[in-house]
Each structure stands twice: as C-alpha cells, then as structure tokens.
C-alpha cells in the first residue's frame, strides 16, 4: 500500500511540474531584400528594356511609428547608369515603412545596351542601416539576403 500511494505521489509531482507553459514567440524584427523569384541574386538580358522591382521586407510584429531603410547601389566596372539603367528609387532618400507597411519597392529601369562580357556587370543594391537598428537580412551569421546582385547577360 505504501509503495502504491508512493508510485502515484511521484505521478503527481512529476506531472504538476510539468504544467509549466513554455511558449517561444519568435520576435526578432529584420529587413531584408529579394526579386520575384525570392532570390539573392538576378540577371537581366541586356537586349532587353524592362522595369523591375526589388523588394524590400520588413519582417516583424506590427510596429508602432514608421521604420526608415538607408540602402547603397554599388555599380560594376562594366555598366553605366542612364546607359544600361537608371535607378527610379534613388538611395539619396531612405525607404520609408509607414506604420503597417511590411514592404517597399526599390525600382530599375533597365536599358538594352550590349555588355563587355569581360567586365562587372554587376548592380548591387546594399542595405545599409534603418532608423530602428533592426536586423539587416535574415537573422544569423550569414546575413542572407542584406544585399541584392542583378548581373546585366549577354544571352546568344
């Protein structure tokens, strides 16, 4: 009788003490950008004229006043801009989230202009800071997704 009353006095305990609720909120507000295809990086055909939007997320719980985004554009050896393209979304004023904003666009107007294959053909457009000093690309060491690299092809 008394290992009986012993056996469900341990149940007891041991499932009192593991009542304890223990909820993770993940809550780690990061900005990041991408493309239509949610990638790091893009080519454009560099016969072709297009616009394009690349997309710039802020991940996070609804924030309570608006979030400023600074970016850079780092142009490669290879292209010019109002040659090859032109920044429509210039980064000389910051993207600014309103209150309920969770993205914003940064536009390019590409030209059609041949590339030297030989050359950095490259655009990056660099996240740089925000007014919040949230996370900058995913959460993470490797801090995917802080920049986006277009590469202006020579498709035969």
Known sequence: M???????LTLCLLGLSGCAKHEIIF??????ITDKHEAMTSTINCMG???????VYFSSKMPNKDIEVYFDIVIGAGLVEGVDFNVLTPPSAPLTFPNGTFQREIRVQWFAHTVDRSKDNTLKIILTGNSENHTLGMPGPSQNFIHHTITKILID
Do not use: G, M, N, Q
């Open 49 to 55: 004229s297009t616009i394009e939007a690349y997309t």
């Open 2 to 8: 008394k290992k009986t009353v012993l056996y469900l």
């Open 27 to 32: 809550d780690h507000p990061f900005i990041y």
